[in-house]
């Protein structure tokens, strides 16, 4: 009974405390964050469990992106390239976490002001649902009343026990007590804290399933068998060069660009297309429609504007789908339906002269990419191929409409300072040795990728330091649409760092410009230079 004036100081602090008139403490903040963190995970776990169902997150980073201005997305684009989806999720969270801390402290002396702003948030997700136009309010709900239950019941678990744990740090005397409140409250935070890694990963692996390129989506569709396939490639159209680009792009290495923060995941039973606008019959298709009809294959590549001299956005398919000059004389073009729109389930557009899907080119509604149904990350159930155009204005993923329109129309990226028309600019790229490679003494292959569609690859030359510009060798070439390989016998006569350049000549004579300009507003130009030392 020594202790008895501590033990009561002790109580006298927790039940002041509990009456409100303590000051918060860091227990408090974390206990706050740590139901905050429970909440997202389950709000994600839900959400990932019934497919179809939005992540409050992804709402949420959707409304972030629409309300932000250009010159910010455009920024984020830039800084983080691919991983900008990435990033805005992780702030999502951190911000997440930040108002729970403060939500934390509220109930160190307010319960019930805690749990109402608890509530508060959790409407977030509903309203960006209501703003979002792939995604109903009711979709939204469940997840969200599972991230407000789940960050209640912690709220309920933890508040008390970092109030003990406060309690006990102000009292300093008390150390057994203080040792006793801490312990417990570290206890249940530590419960806390791995109930929500636990599904903060089980949502995380969730998602990956369906847009992993078998996905659950394309993997049940089965592709017809076309009546008159395509050539596979002739052997002479590649070249044996370790670490050259495949002249066939497989899937799960093909560039993935797009606004969505997650690929939309469409449900084929709900999903039609409709061709529509300037035309004398409009008529939509199912998608196993769609699929009797997919009978014609080519080889395209496509290439996002956004690509940097010597960068990675650009790819090559074999694509199976049906005509796009089939499906626009089946619906009959009126004369001022002089753009093609494509629609996609997210609300992102594209435009292109309906001429340039009436010259015979292989545009097409594709639904197989490579022999499999478009994986998701790459558009399923359908989307448009249109060769020679940038992907911006042409290859429009989740296609669920083609309309005809005037030249007023102006798709998603142009108000945004891109060109309006955007045609696939010459390039070539040094793919070996790659850039800061340090190789051996002796014969190298320089090797790597050029194209020019639609006109196509004529000749590919490279120069060392700076000196007179030597023919590569050229891959036969597969069609005018895709990209071509090169190599170039390399015998470097003296050992240190040396610079490689390409450049590219198209079948008109034009010869790949050394200007340097950025992608935006039509596209980068400039050689392909890389750094290397023979050692
Ligand atoms: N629905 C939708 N389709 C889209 C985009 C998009 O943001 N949303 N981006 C386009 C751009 S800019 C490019 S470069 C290509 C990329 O296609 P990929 O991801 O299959 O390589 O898709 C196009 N189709
Ligand atoms: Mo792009």
């Given at each position: 009974m020594s202790e008895t004036p501590n033990h009561s100081d002790s109580d006298t602090a927790a039940h002041r405390s509990g009456d409100g008139a303590g000051s918060s403490s860091p227990y408090d903040a974390a206990s706050g964050a740590l139901a905050v963190a429970l909440a997202l995970a389950t709000g994600e776990l839900v959400a990932g469990l019934w497919a179809g169902l939005p992540s409050p997150i992804a709402l949420i980073g959707g409304v972030v992106v629409r309300l932000s201005p250009p010159a910010l997305t455009d920024f984020a684009i830039n800084a983080f390239g691919t991983a900008n989806v990435l990033v805005l999720q992780a702030g999502i969270v951190v911000v997440a976490l930040l108002i729970g801390a403060a939500v934390g402290r509220l109930a160190a002396r307010s319960f019930r002001a805690a749990v109402a702003t608890l509530f508060l948030f959790g409407a977030a997700p509903l309203l960006a649902a209501a703003a979002t136009?792939?995604?109903?309010f009711t979709d939204a709900f469940w997840p969200a009343a599972a991230a407000v239950g789940g960050g209640y019941g912690a709220l309920r678990v933890l508040t008390p026990r970092a109030r003990e744990a406060a309690a006990g740090v102000a009292d300093t005397d008390g150390q057994s007590e203080a040792a006793d409140g801490r312990r417990a409250f570290l206890i249940a935070s530590a419960g806390v804290a791995a109930l929500a890694l636990t599904g903060g990963l089980g949502a995380r692996l969730l998602r990956v399933g369906p847009s992993a390129p078998s996905d659950v989506a394309g993997g049940e569709a089965t592709l017809p068998v076309p009546p008159d396939p395509i050539p596979r490639p002739p052997a002479d159209t590649s070249l044996a060069v370790d670490g050259i680009s495949p002249l066939v792009t497989p899937n799960t290495d093909f560039y993935v660009i797009d606004t969505?923060?997650?690929?939309p995941y469409v449900d084929t039973e709900d999903w039609e297309l409709r061709v529509g606008g300037l035309v004398e019959r409009p008529f939509s298709l199912s998608y196993s429609e769609l699929l009797d009809m997919a009978t014609d294959e080519a080889y395209v590549m496509l290439a996002c504007v956004s690509n940097e001299v010597g960068g990675g956005l650009a790819g090559t398919a074999r694509w199976q789908g049906v005509r796009l000059d089939a499906i626009l004389d089946r619906a009959g073009v009126r004369p001022e339906g002089t753009q093609v729109v494509g629609r996609s389930v997210d609300g992102f557009t594209v435009a292109f002269p309906t001429q340039l899907a009436m010259?015979?080119?292989?545009a097409l509604v594709a639904v197989g990419m490579n022999g499999e149904p478009l994986p998701v990350d790459h558009g399923f159930p359908a989307r448009l191929v249109v060769p020679g155009l940038y992907g911006y204005v042409s290859a429009t993923k989740w296609l669920t409409e083609i309309e005809l329109a005037t030249d007023d129309f102006d798709a998603y990226w142009i108000p945004r300072g891109w060109a309006r028309r955007g045609p696939i600019k010459i390039a070539s790229r040094i793919d070996v040795p790659r850039a800061n490679a340090r190789i051996p003494a002796g014969r190298t292959a320089v090797a790597g990728v050029a194209w020019a569609p639609l006109a196509g690859i004529a000749g590919v030359e490279v120069r060392v330091d700076g000196g007179p510009w030597r023919e590569a060798r050229l891959a036969?070439?597969?069609?005018?649409a895709t990209w071509r390989q090169w190599v170039y016998e390399w015998d470097p006569q003296e050992l240190g760092i040396h610079t490689l350049e390409v450049r590219a000549i198209d079948a008109d004579g034009t010869v790949q410009t050394a200007e340097q300009t950025p992608p935006r507003p039509d596209g980068a130009t400039g050689h392909h230079v890389v750094t290397i030392e023979v050692a």
């Open positions: 136009p792939e995604f109903g969505a923060l997650f690929s010259d015979g080119r292989d036969d070439a597969l069609n005018h």
